[in-house]
């Protein structure tokens, strides 16, 4: 059973920290800028492939050249360990849990508060899928099918409702029973 419970961050407005310069440190950085272009993300690694540093340069991100030091954390909201040595990972995990920051450690289900799902994007509607750490590409498929199945103009519908939901008049349960009753046909065409 899936006990995950999915929250959708601010992104631009807490304090991330990516450990890792390489290609699983770039994959990382490159899913989490594709969904939250405004993060507050600084990158901590001994070195950087050329897709990070591109990244970092596009995004305005900070990249600090350093072996990993627990001085890192200070201020960090959650913790991203995406190196390539597992001693230094296990390190990275404990001392965010000294410190209650939320960490994953890439690769390692075991060593993750949280986990970085498939996320669909079409304009404001965003959906995240997850597979509770049992098969990313599974989590992947699921994104490819939901981003070509959902159209393009969905956007449009969302502000129609919007619209209608400002115009509504009653208590909280009338509203959401007039809103239910309009938006049951999505599903069923």
């Not at 899936?2 to 890792?20: H, R, S, T, V, W």
């Not at 498929?141 to 008049?169: F, G, H, K, S, V």
């Amino acid at each position: 059973m899936n006990e995950l419970y999915p929250i959708f961050l601010k992104a631009d407005q807490i304090n991330i920290l990516l450990i890792g310069g390489g290609s699983v440190g770039a994959e990382k950085l490159h899913f989490l800028l594709k969904s939250s272009p405004q993060a507050k993300v600084e990158i901590v690694s001994e070195s950087f492939d050329d897709e990070v540093i591109v990244l970092a340069q596009k995004f305005s991100l900070p990249l600090f050249k350093a072996r990993f030091k627990e001085a890192h954390l200070n201020g960090k909201t959650i913790v991203i360990a995406a190196t390539n040595d597992l001693v230094v990972n296990e390190e990275i995990y404990e001392r965010c849990r000294e410190k209650n920051i939320l960490v994953n450690v890439a690769d390692n289900p075991d060593l993750c508060d949280f986990y970085l799902g498939g996320i669909v994007t079409k304009g404001n509607l965003k959906i995240a899928i997850s597979t509770n750490g049992k098969s990313p590409t599974m989590a992947k498929r699921m994104r490819q099918y939901l981003e070509a199945e959902i159209p393009d103009d969905i956007d449009e519908l969302l502000e129609n409702l919007r619209t209608y939901r400002q115009t509504l008049n009653g208590d909280f349960t009338e509203k959401i029973n007039r809103l239910n009753e309009l938006t049951k046909n999505i599903i069923e065409n």
